[in-house]
């Protein structure tokens, strides 16, 4: 069994609320990665954004993350992290990265004695990658004046990786060639077609709700129920 | 609350698997037909002002029998229509009084009332499963569609799963499965007895449910498809029952009722419910997934992934 590279993906985001588009990604992202035969993934993260993120109509992070972890239950390798979301502020999204490649990195079985640094009888263990799961839409926004740093984006792009689900309405092979630091790592930039066209977004989720209307089947039943029992997404500024 | 009718939504088809689009279809469907608080008149009907005060009109109790328009007498439709300065649909007349609706002001003649919205109350919902005989390719037996719709609406409390399409002998014409369910629907009412029967009760009167067909655009435009149909049933399903045709991508359902006669005639009978999620969800997509071992989880409930697993289904 030839060695494939570990990966861990990590999804940034305001998750307001979360929903099964957002859960897709995973899949979705994890089949393309497994169909090339170079990496194995070994897990994933969502990490909701900081609450002075300040973005409109943001439910408060412990709604958000809690909200999370109830779709994650009949997930096996997908799990939530708050870490993010209780900084004291809101942070830049290499940061989010650099912080879950040490922890990674951390978690490593630690080799001690004299077989430190030497390679055991079986295929070496190789380094995890940590990746940004994100949709087209993320790779897009790199285009937008003055919200990237330039740096950023290359650490992004060339210490991480990133794995990039294309929705409706994005051509991300443009945004790649558009850009002169992407072009030179897009090696590392996994574009994934997700063949269910879907406009499933928060966005809409939460105008449904505030209308009254069914959002069931778009979400699972158990953040249905939190959001109703916390009377979260009424429109009414509550 | 003033007397809605009472709808059961009825979608039949393959659902090989059922997916969540499916399931959304239900759910879509019904908010459509509530229309929480709003009047409105349908999109496809003429734009309609205001609010019309059936008092003034004269029409206050002219038809205050509540039952279906169907079993309304000549006579009795004759003399509606004669009260009615516009050219207005006995029909149309009677749901609108059934409604409640203390009135509706029509701003201009011969404009065809299309009372229906917010005037419905949707009591449930059917899935019928097609009968193995319809003899589609990669065709999952009848038992196990059906016991994964099953699964899949554990979690609903308004949507039944209904084996008596698929346990026939043969497959069956659409029309005939509506007209079982509509049997069975009205065999399932509470029986008048006594010297109450046929008189209004003091409650507002329950009026009789209507089962209407529930399927995707893509439904509508089979009908165009040359010896598919038969014209007399689509005249029935249009006329005894009426449909609710949530949109999908790609499908302009208006074109294909002006493209036909007997659809623009029971326009008013055909809802055409707006998916705002466009969705390419489909059961095709599903089956060529899990062929090639891909993940389908999000896309149909879990329980039914589970099933799938189990019993070794689309591999």
Not at chain 1, 41 to 66: F, M
Not at chain 1, 157 to 166: P, T
Not at chain 2, 133 to 162: E, F
Request: proline fraction near 5%; include cysteine.
């Amino acid at each position: 069994m030839k060695c494939r590279i570990p990966v861990v993906l990590l999804a940034c985001g305001s998750f307001n609320p979360i929903t099964n588009m957002h859960l897709r990604l995973f899949e979705v992202a994890r089949d393309h990665l497994h169909q090339t035969g170079m990496y194995k993934v070994i897990g994933g993260i969502i990490s909701p954004v900081n609450d002075n993120y300040r973005k409109k109509d943001l439910a408060a992070a412990h709604h958000r993350v809690a909200m999370v972890r109830l779709a994650l239950q009949t997930s096996d390798w997908i799990r939530v992290d708050p870490w993010e979301s209780e900084q004291v502020q809101w942070m830049e999204t290499v940061k989010v990265l650099r912080h879950h490649h040490r922890e990674l990195l951390r978690s490593l079985p630690q080799t001690e004695g004299p077989e430190h640094g030497r390679a055991r009888s079986s295929a070496p263990t190789a380094v995890p990658e940590l990746k940004l799961l994100c949709g087209a839409d993320f790779l897009k926004s790199f285009q937008t004046p003055n919200l990237w740093k330039d740096a950023h984006i290359q650490e992004i792009v060339e210490k991480f990786g990133m794995v990039c689900v294309s929705r409706t309405g994005h051509n991300p092979k443009e945004y790649i060639s558009g850009s002169a630091i992407l072009q030179r790592y897009q090696h590392n930039i996994h574009l994934v077609r997700e063949p269910v066209q879907n406009e499933l977004s928060s966005t809409y989720i939460r105008r449904a709700l505030s209308q009254g209307q069914s959002v069931k089947y778009l979400l699972p039943d158990a953040v249905i129920t939190y959001i109703k029992e916390h009377n979260l997404y009424t429109g009414d500024g509550s | 609350m003033k007397c809605r009718i009472p709808v059961v939504l009825l979608a039949c088809g393959s659902f090989n698997p059922i997916t969540n689009m499916h399931l959304r279809l239900f759910e879509v469907a019904r908010d459509h037909l509530h229309q929480t608080g709003q009047l409105g008149w349908g999109g496809e009907a003429s734009p309609m002002e205001g609010l019309v005060d059936w008092a003034s009109w004269g029409f206050a109790g002219a038809c205050h029998r509540h039952h279906h328009h169907s079993h309304c007498s000549l006579a009795h439709r004759t003399e509606c229509r004669s009260l009615l300065p516009l050219r207005m649909r006995h029909r149309e007349f009677c749901t609108c009084l059934i409604s409640g609706h203390g009135g509706v002001r029509v701003g201009t003649y011969n404009v065809t009332v299309l009372p229906f919205l917010g005037m419905y109350k949707v009591i449930g919902g059917i899935i019928s499963p097609v009968n193995d005989n319809y003899r589609k390719k990669d065709l999952a037996a009848a038992h196990h569609r059906v016991a994964m719709v099953r699964l899949a609406l554990q979690t609903s409390d308004w949507i039944r799963v209904d084996p008596w399409e698929s346990e026939q002998v043969q497959w069956m014409e659409t029309v005939k499965v509506l007209r079982h369910h509509h049997r069975e629907l009205l065999r399932s009412l509470p029986q008048t007895e006594g010297p109450e029967h046929g008189r209004a009760r003091s409650s507002a009167p329950t009026a009789v449910p209507e089962l209407k067909l529930l399927c995707g655009a893509d439904f509508l435009k089979s009908f165009q498809t040359p010896n598919l149909w038969k014209d007399a049933h689509i005249q029935e399903i249009v006329e005894k029952f009426g449909m609710v045709c949530v949109s999908r991508t790609g499908h302009n359902p208006k074109e294909y009722i002006s493209g036909s006669a007997i659809l623009q005639r029971y326009q008013h009978n055909i809802h055409l419910v707006r998916e705002p999620v466009q969705n390419e969800l489909s059961s095709t997509y599903i089956r060529r997934a899990l062929s090639q071992g891909q993940s389908v989880k999000y896309l149909l409930p879990d329980a039914v992934i589970t099933y799938i697993k189990e019993h070794n289904l689309y591999t």
